[in-house]
């Protein structure tokens, strides 16, 4: 077997780009879905938002699923692909 017919080996990915890829991962999920919560609910104001109770469980529910989702099922998340983690 020639050395043309064999795999790449991976290059491992620095973690610096894995931290930054899930910090970013996690502020765009919680501004995103917690705006969208806070408006359906009424938590909307001039500051920004506020969620206190079942609104908050609901984005931490959110927030958790995206990771799950998206790392398990979908290849990787979204900062994970742009920033070429996965």
Do not use: C, H
């Amino acid at each position: 077997m020639a050395n043309s017919d064999l795999p790449a080996a991976a290059k491992p990915v620095s973690t610096w780009r894995k931290v930054v890829a899930g910090l970013l991962d996690f502020f765009f999920v919680f501004a995103i879905a917690g705006y969208a919560i806070a408006r359906m609910t009424g938590n909307v104001s001039d500051d920004g938002f506020e969620l206190r109770g079942g609104p908050a469980f609901i984005l931490f529910a959110i927030v958790i699923l995206y990771f799950v989702i998206f790392t398990r099922y979908l290849g990787g998340t979204l900062w994970q692909r742009l920033l070429g983690v996965r």
